[in-house]
């Protein structure tokens, strides 16, 4: 993945300043993204929620009252961000960014590994029903050789009977009627099941057919999950690699931010978040950051600038449905 494809902005001017102007080629490009980017501590609000006039919303807000709870926030995260020198605030640009990039992979891999998980599911299912079709296909040959040899028996019979019968009708010497009947009604009762299982034999082979026909498709659809699990499985393998790689840069591009600084920083913004039922309390969050590594500490302010990003959208979204 090229995370330089990625468009992040972060202005150490603007964020020092505090909402002074915005990017409106930027704001234009950004605004059309498929989902939240972080807000990076200055007016540059990247949102795709319905909102695409993010000139509007930093005039709305410039014009609040100093008070207001969007303006006090978005104060806090300008002075958060003044603690920070400017090399630090680019290192942390390009760090939220990658940073978005494991996150999306971390994604992507769920993705992969929960439709492993439904193939192999599906793999287990589709063995039984093979199973299955098999013992039906083996029945359904050994019930077809029965009726295949009960059939070519009673026709050696029938046909024995045929014969004594024309060789009585052939005799004139004396009146072999009463036999001759009695023939003809053995002939016709073997005649009737010799059909009988002339039909069950058809069945059978139908069975067979069908059932092998289906055990193809089973078969057919074993195979493409089984490639779909393999292919899935590199595929993570592959999402691994690029996560433990975008891991590095990140520590690399942390360089310059010492391991204290950056969980307080993690600290000050999760404060900033607004609290939700998926959210982590910030001792969750403290007690996760203890054993932390640099790449998932700057995770803890992604995920707050998202969170922070979507309250200050939400806000304003319900303050222009109540001026309507």
Not at 49 to 69: F, H, K, M
Not at 126 to 133: C, F, G, K, V
Not at 177 to 198: K, N, V
Not at 230 to 239: H, L, V, W
Request: hydrophobic fraction near 40%; charge should be negative.
């Amino acid at each position: 993945m090229n995370v330089t494809d990625r468009p992040v902005n972060l202005d150490p001017n603007l964020i020092k300043a505090g909402y002074n102007g915005v990017d409106d080629s930027k704001v234009a490009a950004e605004s059309k993204q498929a989902q939240l980017a972080p807000i990076l501590f200055g007016s540059n609000v990247l949102v795709s929620y319905g909102i695409t006039d993010i000139e509007a919303l930093v005039a709305q807000l410039r014009n609040e009252n100093a008070d207001t709870r969007l303006s006090l926030k978005l104060k806090s995260l300008s002075s958060i961000a003044d603690g920070l020198s400017t090399q630090q605030l680019q290192a942390l640009e390009k760090s939220l960014a990658l940073a978005s990039s494991v996150k999306d992979l971390e994604k992507s891999q769920n993705d992969l590994q929960s439709g492993i998980d439904r193939a192999k599911a599906e793999l287990v299912t589709l063995q039984m029903q093979t199973e299955s079709l098999e013992r039906q296909i083996e029945n359904a040959r050994e019930n077809a050789k029965e009726y295949n040899k009960s059939v070519e028996e009673q026709q050696a019979k029938k046909a024995e009977i045929d014969r004594k019968i024309a060789k009585l009708e052939a005799d004139a010497s004396a009146d072999h009627s009463a036999e001759i009947a009695d023939l003809r009604e053995r002939s016709d009762a073997l005649g009737a099941s010799i059909r009988s299982a002339e039909d069950a034999l058809a069945a059978e082979t139908k069975k067979i057919a069908d059932a092998t026909a289906s055990l193809e498709g089973l078969k057919t659809r074993a195979a493409e999950l089984e490639k779909g699990i393999a292919e899935g499985t590199k595929a993570i393998e592959r999402n691994k690699n690029e996560i433990s790689g975008l891991r590095s840069q990140i520590s690399a591009c942390l360089s310059s931010i010492d391991e204290s600084s950056l969980k307080t920083l993690a600290k000050e913004v999760a404060a900033l978040a607004p609290p939700t039922e998926e959210a982590e309390s910030p001792h969750d969050v403290e007690k996760r950051e203890e054993k932390a590594e640099a790449a998932d500490i700057v995770a803890i302010i992604r995920d707050s600038l998202d969170a922070i990003a979507r309250d200050i959208l939400d806000e304003v979204a319900e303050r222009r449905v109540d001026m309507v």
